[in-house]
Nanobody, 115 residues
Framework: VQLQASGGGLVQPGGSLRLSCAPS????????AGWYRQAPGKQHELVAT???????NYADSVKGRFTISRDNAKNTVYLQMNSLKPEDTAVYYC??????????WGQGTLVTVSS
């Protein structure tokens, strides 16, 4: 199962990016989803999650700046990142779980926040 993750790139501090993630070919319908990140020399950490009912959870470090959302019609999950800081620089990974399926990881998309 492959996931299509996109939206990373280079942005200046204070800027915004939107990441998206979907199963290739809509092979399964998304139940729960999460975004994680790993910065150089740091551990993998949870950024945000969203349930099938739309309940969300965020790491304290991104609360008020990042928003996780889903478009059920497009079977896609998004991470809107605003007010980006250099410390948000990391490879971002999505994890999608279908109804009755295990979670699957995306390939990672690099976000670099630098002036």
């Amino acid at each position: 199962v492959q996931l299509q993750a996109s939206g990373g790139g280079l942005v200046q501090p204070g800027g915004s990016l939107r990441l998206s993630c979907a199963p290739s070919g809509s092979i399964f319908r998304i139940s729960t989803a999460g975004w994680y990140r790993q910065a150089p020399g740091k551990q993998h950490e949870l950024v945000a999650t969203i349930t099938s009912g739309g309940n969300t959870n965020y790491a304290d470090s991104v609360k008020g700046r990042f928003t996780i959302s889903r478009d059920n019609a497009k079977n896609t999950v998004y991470l809107q990142m605003n007010s980006l800081k250099p410390e948000d620089t990391a490879v971002y990974y999505c994890n999608l779980k279908g109804f009755g399926t295990p979670g699957y990881w995306g390939q990672g998309t690099l976000v670099t926040v630098s002036s």
